[in-house]
Each structure stands twice: as C-alpha cells, then as structure tokens.
C-alpha cells in the first residue's frame, strides 16, 4: 500500500469512527476492570445487536437512495407476528418462517415505496404515517397479545445455535449487501438516485424500480431482524421493536453515511452498529442509568452530523 493511499485511508470518515471505536474500547475496559472485553460479554453483544445491525442495513439502502424510513420497526413486527403464527399453528421450520417474514417484510415495504414514489411527499412524513397504521391496524387486530410456545427446533438453544443465526445472519445480510451497491447496477442506480435525482431520471434510470427495491430491500431487512429478535426473546408481540428506532438510524449515521443520499457504505454502516452496541453496553456496564441512553445517543448523532456537515464544507471550499 503506497503513501497516497495511506492518506486517503487516514483521512476517511470511516477510520475516524474506528479510531473512536478503538478509544472507546479501551475507555470502557480501564472503567469496568475489564469486564467490558471478556469474551462472555462481547459474545452477548455480538449476538443482542444482530437484529438490530441487520435492520441498519436495510435503511442503509433507503437512505442512500435520498429517502428516510421510520417505518422499519412496525414492519419487522408484523413479520415477526404472522411468522410466529405460523409457528404455533403449522410448525414449520426456519426456512419457512424466513420465508414468510421476507415476503411480508418486502411486501409492506413496497407499499411505502409506492407511496413515496406516487405521493412526492416528503419520506419521513410518509413512513411515519405508514408505521402508526401499521401499529394501529395490528393492536387492534391482536388486541397486543403475545405470542409464545413455540415448537421445540425454535425455542431450544444453546449457545452455538444463537450465535450462529443472529451473527451468521447478520454477516450474511451484510455480504449481500456490499455486492449489491459495489457490483451490481441496481447498486450504481440506488448511489444515482439519491445523488441527482433529475438526473438519473435522464439517464434512463426508473426511480419507481430503485424505490420499490430499496423499500422493499429494507422491508426484508426489518423482517429478518425481527425474526432473529424473536428467537433470542421467545415471544412475539407488535411492540417488540417499538422505541429503537433511534438506535438503528443511529447505526446507519455514525457509518457516514449522508442524509441527503447518494454516499454510504455497508462497512461504515458496520462501524456503526459497533459504536452504538459498545456505547449502549458500556453505559451499562459502567451503572450509568437507562435514562441517559437516548441523552447520549442523540449527543453522538448530533456530534456526528456536524462532522459530517463541515467535512461537506470543506470539500466545496477545496473544489472552489
């Protein structure tokens, strides 16, 4: 690697978070005595912020394509509902629930994307609306009950097992992920789409088609979540994500990736999750209370959008 590429590397946004990450790690472990790095610990981190990681994935795309969802986690439980259903009343086995939460999950999605499309209205105002009627319509569908009793393949687990189809899903997604936006075209469409939109459009590129896909796309994402959410958990119910919105666009915007669209990475996305994870797992581990999470998360976001806003200015400055 030679010098230029180096500098380049060093002055990304994505090697500031890992620097902060890295300050962090060994902040945390000189203030709780090292419990903060023992391997029991991390496991259980890695595993909790799986569903949560696999969720910031999905609204990588929609923002990256200039949109916003907050709709996300009233999808993923309706997923995780009618795929909890299922597993009461018919078994089943964990292709099948995937399935149904994947098509559920895509299926709502859709529906935002064609209401942002059609609509022209901003987006956040539009999946706001869409997730109180999802949340809504279900409550009075379910009357908020939960679900349990799952069969046997679902509810018995070991350490192995949780392990493994949280963080090996989560590695997954994010594979899938990197090779849609790095080598595909609907990838190169989504980065056209939220850079210029009039001018992707004149390009050829169908808006409707890179909406449809990046809603859905998150729709999937929100579903998987959910279901891996329901598997630690074991229970189902429409307010189990309810609340942590804030902490999965937390995940996406410490990743570096640009609310006005067109700029975002999965490994930055992945630094994200990581920051957020350790942020919210020190503060416990450390005995600060519950209250000061949502203080402290806004705090970086806030930190971090200034940081981003004036690497933006900087950027003009030097091409003017």
């Known amino acids: 690697m030679n010098n230029k590429a180096v500098k380049k590397i060093s002055k990304s946004y994505e090697f500031m978070v ?9 902040g945390l472990a000189a203030a709780t005595k090292g419990k903060s790095i023992q391997l029991g610990n991390i496991l259980d981190l890695m595993t909790n912020y799986s569903a949560y990681g696999v969720i ?20 993923g439980a309706v997923a995780q509902y009618l795929s909890a259903l299922y597993m009461i009343h018919r078994g089943g086995n ?29 987006t956040l105002i539009i999946t706001i609306g869409t997730m109180n009627v999802i949340y809504g319509v279900m409550m009075k569908v379910t009357s908020g009950v939960r679900l349990h009793g799952f069969p046997e393949w679902f509810s018995k687990k070991v350490e192995s097992s949780l392990f ?22 609907m990838g190169r469409r989504v980065y056209a789409v939220g850079g210029n939109m009039e001018a992707a459009k004149r390009c050829g590129i169908s808006v409707l088609q890179v909406h449809m896909f990046v809603y859905g796309f998150a729709g999937a994402m929100a579903a998987i979540g959910a279901l891996i959410n329901c598997y630690l958990s074991q229970q189902a119910s429409i307010e189990a994500l309810y609340g942590n919105e804030m902490d999965v666009l937390a995940m996406v915007v410490l990743g570096g990736v640009s609310l006005s669209g067109g700029k975002g990475s999965v490994s ?17 581990l450390v005995g600060v209370s519950s209250y000061w999470k949502d203080l402290v998360i806004g705090s970086v ?13 900087s950027a003009k400055r030097r091409e003017g």
């Open 18 to 26: 890992l620097c902060v990450i890295v300050v962090l790690i060994i």
């Open 56 to 75: 910031a994935v999905g609204c990588l795309f929609v923002i990256i394509s200039g949109g916003i969802d907050i709709s996300f986690m009233a999808v």
């Open 94 to 122: 964990f292709v099948m629930i995937y399935l149904i939460a994947i098509v559920t999950g895509t299926l709502l999605g859709f529906v935002n994307a064609v209401l942002v499309n059609r609509l022209k209205a901003p």
């Open 164 to 185: 493994a189809v949280s963080v090996g899903t989560l590695a997954a997604v994010m594979v899938i992920a990197w090779f849609i936006l790095k080598k595909t075209k």
């Open 268 to 284: 930055g996305t992945l630094l994200g999750i990581i920051l957020v994870a350790l942020l919210s797992n020190g503060m416990i």
């Open 301 to 313: 976001i806030l930190i971090s959008f200034c940081v981003t806003g004036w690497r933006m200015i």
